[in-house]
């Protein structure tokens, strides 16, 4: 994957977690014009986040659900990207693994750990 792409796309994702404009981040991604690759820009963000706050990580989560419901982002580029992820953290055998499932959790409901 070129890494201008990766790099405008971490940058535009760093400016939505600190301005949350999510009008701007849909603009962005719409102006890539690259579909193909929006399952790098979701396993990015995701890697982003995990360094950032439970407040990004929660903008990231409602961000990734409403652009796949608004189909900005392909719901089956969403789940490779979802699925790359698992395989490259292996969270079925980590010892993490609870950590992650109750983060998940309470992101998916709005609750703060």
Excluded at 65 to 81: D, G, I, K, T
Aim: proline share 2%.
């Amino acid at each position: 994957m070129p890494t201008k792409f990766r790099d405008t796309a971490k940058a535009t994702f760093e400016e939505y977690f600190s301005g949350h404009d999510y009008d701007e981040l849909v603009r962005c991604i719409q102006e890539w014009r690259a579909p193909a690759k929006h399952w790098q820009m979701v396993v990015d963000a995701i890697n982003l986040v995990f360094e950032k706050s439970d407040r990004a990580r929660q903008l990231l989560a409602s961000a990734l659900v409403r652009l796949a419901s608004e189909q900005v982002l392909h719901l089956q580029q969403l789940l490779f990207a979802l699925n790359a992820v698992l395989a490259a953290y292996d969270v079925r055998s980590s010892a993490g693994s609870d950590e992650i499932a109750i983060n998940i959790t309470s992101t998916c409901s709005g609750n703060d750990n």
